[in-house]
């Protein structure tokens, strides 16, 4: 059973800072690696994803995934308050299945 | 665009009692839907997945005797939360993908209040 842990649990930052989220993997099993962003009161919706060791890039956002170390990060350039959020990275782990972690509360202070 | 409806948006009902929620996507053939628990305490728990040509698969902890899925077709599925107590309390989240590997689609959530 794949097992998802996230850290921090909660991040308070100033705008502009630079936000590191990270996120752990129990086994190799999952094939695509997900960031996913809900806003308060809204539902999920997802960020960014990858398939393979890397980086990628999008704006302000860049995750990295090394499968050999199961680590798979989020990092946030420039951090803005509609960047507040709850952050949940989740990974498939046979095609359909999709396990989340417990998310990261993210607080960026004007 | 690929949008997943659910309603109730909220639901309170008894303690013991059960209740119904609905999952309809539109733009897109669901031809996986999730049903998720979110709970302060636990945050982002599965309950089961429901695969087309395939029995609907629950996690540990999750029952079909307690929460039967229906998902009847590339659209809809409906999910009951049979004999209801506090334990069962939270925002229950319906996510559909159009294919293996492919960005999940959420509703806003059916948040269940228990009585």
């Known amino acids: 059973q794949q097992n998802v842990q996230q850290s921090p649990e909660s991040l308070i930052v100033p705008e502009g800072a630079r936000t590191s989220l990270n996120c752990t993997f129990s086994?190799?099993?999952?094939?695509y690696f997900w960031w996913y962003r809900q806003h308060s009161g809204k539902a999920p919706k997802a960020l960014m994803s990858i398939f393979s060791n890397g980086e990628k890039e999008e704006g302000r956002f860049t995750i990295h995934l090394n499968k050999a170390s199961l680590h798979f990060s989020l990092h946030i350039r420039d951090s803005q308050p509609s960047d507040s959020a709850l952050y949940l990275c989740a990974g498939d782990t046979n095609a359909y299945k999709v396990i989340f972690g417990k998310g990261t509360h993210l607080h960026v202070l004007p | 665009g690929a949008l997943v409806y659910q309603y109730p948006r909220r639901t309170i009902c008894k303690s013991g009692t059960s209740m119904r929620m609905e999952c309809q996507a539109v733009?897109?053939?669901?031809?996986?839907v999730a049903w998720y628990r979110q709970s302060p305490q636990k945050t982002f728990e599965l309950i089961a997945l429901?695969?087309?040509?395939?029995?609907?698969?629950?996690e540990q902890n999750f029952t079909q005797e307690k929460f039967p899925i229906s998902h009847p077709n590339l659209s809809f599925s409906s999910m009951t939360v049979l004999n209801a107590y506090l334990e069962d309390r939270g925002l229950y989240l319906c996510?559909?993908?159009?294919?293996?590997?492919?960005?999940?689609?959420f509703g806003p959530g059916t948040r269940l209040t228990v009585l």
């Open positions: 429901s695969t087309v040509n395939s029995a609907i698969k629950y």
């Open positions: 733009g897109f053939q669901a031809t996986s």
């Open positions: 086994d190799s099993a999952s094939q």
């Open positions: 996510g559909a993908r159009p294919g293996a590997g492919a960005e999940q689609f």
